[in-house]
């Protein structure tokens, strides 16, 4: 069994930064790609930026210069440090991560529960 475990949401001004991290835990054998998405209310879930494991990052469009992604492949961890928040990126962001288990063949898509972040004044 995997989890994946957000911290780091809450309420932020704008203009203000928040940092977003991402454990994954459980019967892994190794992380594939990892991702931030996020679902604000009454839209569907976008792709926020994700990480391949080596490294390469793409981001969606409306967070470019703001956001950075990163992870730790020693800890299976991956972070979303956002800067220069505005309100529309309030929303509830989801870690992904495509992992292959323990005695698996080929990766799973798993989520996390998510963290909420607000950007208002």
């Given at each position: 069994?995997?989890?994946?475990?957000?911290?780091g949401?809450?309420?932020?001004?704008?203009?203000?930064?928040?940092?977003?991290?991402?454990?994954?835990?459980?019967?892994?054998?190794?992380?594939?790609?990892?991702?931030?998405?996020?679902?604000?209310?009454?839209?569907?879930?976008e792709?926020?930026?994700?990480?391949?494991?080596?490294?390469?990052?793409?981001?969606?469009?409306?967070?470019?210069?703001?956001f950075?992604i990163?992870r730790?492949?020693?800890?299976?961890?991956?972070?979303?440090?956002?800067?220069?928040?505005?309100?529309?990126?309030?929303?509830?962001?989801?870690?992904?991560?495509?992992?292959?288990?323990?005695?698996?063949?080929?990766?799973?898509?798993?989520?996390?529960?998510?963290?909420?972040?607000?950007?208002?004044?």
């Amino acid at each position: 069994q995997v989890r994946l475990v957000e911290s780091g949401g809450g309420l932020v001004q704008p203009g203000g930064s928040l940092r977003l991290s991402c454990a994954a835990s459980g019967s892994i054998f190794s992380l594939n790609g990892m991702g931030w998405y996020r679902q604000a209310p009454g839209k569907q879930r976008e792709l926020v930026a994700g990480i391949t494991s080596d490294g390469s990052t793409s981001y969606a469009d409306s967070v470019k210069g703001r956001f950075t992604i990163s992870r730790d492949n020693a800890k299976n961890t991956v972070s979303l440090q956002m800067n220069s928040l505005k309100p529309d990126d309030t929303a509830v962001y989801y870690c992904h991560a495509a992992v292959v288990p323990v005695a698996g063949f080929y990766d799973m898509d798993y989520w996390g529960k998510g963290t909420l972040v607000t950007v208002s004044s």
